[in-house]
């Protein structure tokens, strides 16, 4: 006889003479003991799956102490820079040898979506870095980081940059990072075919079109798989709508998606899609592909940021590479030159049971010679006022920090159904929705989420 039972979404069949059929003929002591082997079967598995879903995250109960030893957790998503923080590590256990760090990096999704999880209960994350904007907000709402407004180690950051992490006149993140949110040029093959960052909407266009007029594969290669859009989206509409508090009104509902300003960003990426601009398939690219395919020279902008040229120098050190921002309006309409973000927002855990170890690990990852290290092994400029650049890389973005930027638009919009709701509508264009169509498809998400 056989018997089929659903178990954990598989099908499993189990034969043989007895049965379900026969289980009611046992004597009841019989049927007891049959239910306590299956009980400890089914908590044999579950111990089991609780075990390997422990050891699937390297973070979990990080943080801990033996023989006197802490051991505290330092987690973030930019896993390109382990090495640097290793030889920091290094020296900060050299000097604090009862103190270990233990690092662990995740891809940067699976950290946005996983983070609050990661911190609650203090097992991981004494120390963790934030983005700006959604994730910022749902950290601080959820009560996960702490107050470190009086730490000596505040006043070694620029102040213009630290208030993307305050919150009612706290301090809760320090971000160490400032990145410039325009792409990247390969500014070799700009003067080999003649080419200057342009000034204005046309000018742009122009520029595409010399480059695929000379066989470039990708004029401007945009990652719309991930990353592309919640990063090219900043550029494209900074002028378009100069406001610097558009998306908080946006998700207040005092302006809508479906104004001009915002038709305009759809209908240039667009233009920009269907002239060929961004190759043929660019819902297809992701970031690393991206980077993969301007260090090979088959693009000659690279549609991120300057968090990429490390990167790209380090897979092509032969490029030589700009920064430029596509200019949507005239010359004579533009405001802002630029996007910069200041973001990787150093945090203590508020669970942390060790957070005089974690603002100890702060304040020696911020000594102005530390900080160098990991500036030049990177190719990040940081907010950090005494910094020394040596990298060819970090020269080539110095003259951004004299220009007039605008802080990352995206990252003042705080609603995630917003978020979601804005970087579908560039989705849709590309997948060749008309821009109107699009933007009002993204306002009645955003309306639903009011």
């Known amino acids: 006889m056989e018997e089929m039972f659903q178990h954990a979404g598989t099908t499993k069949r189990i034969a043989g003479k007895e049965g379900r059929y026969f289980i009611y003929k046992k004597t009841v002591m019989e049927e007891i003991l049959l239910i306590k082997r299956y ?3 089914v908590l044999f598995i579950l111990l089991l799956s609780a075990v390997l879903a422990a050891c699937g995250d390297g973070a979990e109960d990080a943080s801990s102490e033996t023989d006197g030893e ?4 330092f987690i973030h998503w930019r896993g390109e820079d382990t090495d640097s923080f290793n030889k920091i590590i290094d020296k900060f256990e050299e000097e604090y040898p009862d103190i270990k760090v233990n690092m662990d990096a995740f891809p940067s999704n699976q950290y946005e979506s996983t983070l609050q999880t990661k911190l609650k209960g203090g097992a991981s994350g004494d120390v963790f870095a934030m983005l700006p904007g959604v994730q910022f907000d749902t950290i601080i709402n ?5 107050d470190i407004s009086d730490e000596d180690f505040v006043s070694r950051f620029n102040s213009q940059y630290t208030t993307v992490g305050e919150s009612d006149g706290k301090q809760y993140g320090l971000p160490l990072q ?4 325009i792409p990247v040029y390969n500014k070799t093959m700009f003067d080999e075919y003649g080419l200057e960052p342009p000034s204005d909407w046309e000018g742009f266009l122009e520029v595409n079109e010399t480059l695929a007029e000379n066989g470039v594969e990708y004029p401007i290669v945009f990652p719309a798989a991930d990353n592309g859009p919640g990063q090219f989206m900043n550029p494209m509409m900074m002028n378009n709508e100069p406001e610097e508090g ?3 009104k946006v998700q207040e509902g005092e302006r809508k998606v479906t104004e001009d300003w915002w038709v305009k960003t759809l209908t240039q990426i667009k233009e920009l899609n269907d002239k060929g601009y961004f190759g043929n398939d660019a819902l297809g690219i992701t970031q690393d592909n991206s980077g993969t395919i301007f260090a090979q020279e088959k693009a000659g902008m690279l549609a991120m940021g300057s968090y990429m040229m490390a990167q790209v120098h380090n897979q092509n050190p032969d490029m030589e590479m700009g920064l430029l921002a596509p200019i949507t309006t005239s010359e004579e309409d533009m405001v802002w030159e630029g996007i910069h973000t200041t973001t990787f927002m150093l945090s203590v855990n508020e669970e942390s049971e060790y957070k005089e170890e974690a603002k100890q690990f702060i304040e020696f990852l911020t000594r102005p010679e530390n900080a160098s290290i990991y500036a030049n092994d990177t190719g990040q400029m940081l907010t950090l006022e005494e910094v020394n650049y040596e990298s060819e890389v970090l020269k080539a973005q110095e003259p951004w920090t004299e220009k007039n930027t605008i802080f990352q638009p995206r990252y003042t919009i705080t609603n995630g159904q917003v978020q979601d709701a804005v970087l579908g509508s560039i989705d849709s264009v590309l997948t060749g929705v008309e821009p109107e169509e699009a933007a ?6 955003i309306d639903q989420s009011l």
Not at 70 to 73: F, P
């Open 440 to 445: 009002e498809q993204a306002q009645q998400i």
């Open 70 to 73: 802490k051991t505290i957790s």
């Open 142 to 146: 959820a009560g996960l980081a702490a």
């Open 39 to 41: 009980s400890l079967t």
């Open 178 to 181: 400032l990145v410039f949110n």
């Open 246 to 248: 558009i998306w908080i």
